[in-house]
């Protein structure tokens, strides 16, 4: 398991959903950076979030469709 963090580079909350390695994390990423380009964003991959205490407050999905709708409109 690991954790999907959206980060805004300008400040805030980040956004966060546990996922498996694999595919489907790899087409979410590669979806919102493309959806998202130009924008101040971070996309960050970790096993931990707690290990990242300058991400922080976390804000956890529960979907990955929720997750991307949330960081979205979060981040446009």
């Known amino acids: 398991m690991c954790y999907l963090i ?4 300008q400040g805030g909350s980040s956004l966060a959903i ?7 994390l790899a087409k979410l990423k590669q979806k919102l950076l493309s959806d998202l380009s130009g924008e101040e964003i971070q996309l960050l991959t970790v096993s ?3 290990a990242y205490t300058e991400y922080e407050p976390f804000c956890f999905m529960d979907t990955p469709d ?3 709708q949330e960081v979205k409109n979060s981040f446009s």
């Open 66 to 68: 929720h997750f991307a």
């Open 48 to 50: 931990r979030p707690s």
């Open 18 to 24: 546990q996922m498996m390695h694999g595919k489907e």
């Open 6 to 9: 959206a980060k805004n580079n």
